[in-house]
């Protein structure tokens, strides 16, 4: 169903729906969504390489399990990667932290559980940011906000990578999303045109858009941008 309003406690309820949904949700998603996922970082990698960094600080929005994207971003050898992960759910933290917790004891992983409105980062202090399926969780003015401060926490030609609801939709609610009782699911965006908007107007250059569908019959706009 589609509401007018952004629901009451949505960050929380969010954070306990993925608590709850973490285990279905990785099995679901996260192998057939790979190759898409992984396509995009590689060339983000791809890019990084191209600009003779030896070691770049990349923030992960909505990092999950850590697998594959946080994982594929600290194999990577150049650069070398430092990655700060964020989640809603601290079970999914507790996932990357079993998952990837070596990377972590060698000082290169930081996971931050919470809500990824609540960081904050020092001016022109990181070489990348991405979010894979996260952004599309915040309610649409949190989107172009979110975005204005990511500009912000970007080094000079550092890089955004992000993908966005194809469709124009103002929170859009699902109560039992995946079959889980405890499913309650939240999404929200601006539409193609809508998001390179944003994104365009916080001042960074869209190197790469791109429409593709993803495993789970739903269509996303795929962003490169570059400050």
Known sequence: MSDTSVPQDLKRRL?????????????????KDDPVRLGYLNRLLDLLKSSKKEDAKVLELGCGAGV?????????????????GNDFSSTQIELARSNIGNYEKEGRLELKQGDM????????????????????????????????????????????????????????????WLGEEKGWMYWSGWGEEGSVKIVEKAGLEVIVREITDSAVDASFVWIIAKK
């Open 15 to 31: 954070a306990s729906a993925y608590d709850a949904i973490a285990p279905k949700y990785n099995e679901t998603f996260t192998d």
């Open 117 to 176: 409105m609540d960081l904050a980062f020092p001016e022109a202090s990181l070489d990348a940011v991405v979010g894979f399926y996260s952004v599309i969780h915040l309610p649409r003015a949190e989107q172009t906000e979110l975005v204005e401060r990511i500009a912000t926490w970007l080094k000079p030609g550092g890089l955004f990578l992000a993908n966005f609801s194809k469709e124009d939709m103002a929170n859009e609610v699902m109560p039992t």
């Open 68 to 84: 594959p994207g946080t994982k594929r971003l600290l194999e990577n050898t150049m650069p070398r990667v430092h990655v700060i």
